[in-house]
């Protein structure tokens, strides 16, 4: 980390995006950029790629959790609503979300982009907005640019299409990574926002 300016580093979270094939095929990678970029966030590292299948498994089960904790959250959510699940068992829903989620990520080119800043994974969730583009609210990366709601995708027995992807935790962003980049990819730099946004010192308009 450059450390020119004034300021305790130790706040600094980088996290992962992935701007998905719809969100590709749909010419919105400019945008979203865009929304990261203006609320003060930065890219530290960016490709474009064509994932394989066995790449976002590698993404997706780099936590043993992830497969029951994603059945647990569907089944929960059906429940809510009034519907049946499809599996009662969440490790078995969690394989069949997991198969549903290679097909959706590897079916085109993807953009992938490492932002850095204060409390960046949480920012960035935020701006994404809910999982479900349905309930994200207006203002929201996945509010204004997708009409997808979970009956839609579970009816067509797909995954939902929602643009991106946002590490969930930091934890989470710091597994999920090194699936994308290498890390002589990942460029350390500064930038003269960094001082606006960060230096102790800044004066320089008096």
Not at 10 to 38: N, Y
Request: aromatic fraction near 10%.
């Amino acid at each position: 980390m450059i450390t020119i300016f004034n300021f305790n580093y130790e706040f600094m979270e980088k996290t992962l995006v992935i701007v998905k094939p719809d969100g590709v095929q749909r010419g919105l990678v400019g945008e979203v950029l865009a929304r990261f970029e203006r609320v003060g966030l930065k890219i530290v590292a960016m490709k474009m790629t064509w994932p394989d299948a066995k790449q976002v498994e590698k993404h997706y089960t780099t936590d043993p959790e992830w497969m029951r904790k994603a059945g647990e959250k569907t089944i929960a959510t059906q429940k809510g609503r009034g519907i049946t699940p499809m599996f009662e068992d969440p490790v078995e829903y969690g394989k069949f979300i997991l198969g549903k989620l290679i097909k959706y990520i590897s079916v085109g080119p993807v953009v992938a982009f490492i932002l850095e800043g204060n409390c960046a994974v949480d920012i960035v969730r935020k701006i994404a907005g809910n999982t479900e583009p349905y309930s994200a609210p207006a203002g929201t990366i996945r509010g204004d640019y997708c009409i997808e709601t979970y009956k839609l995708a579970d009816t067509a027995e797909r995954a939902v299409r929602n643009i991106v992807h946002a590490s969930g935790s930091p934890e989470e962003a710091e597994k999920e990574i090194p699936v994308w980049f290498d890390k002589k990819e990942i460029i350390e730099y500064n930038r003269a926002m960094d001082r606006v946004l960060y230096d102790t010192d800044w004066d320089f308009v008096k």
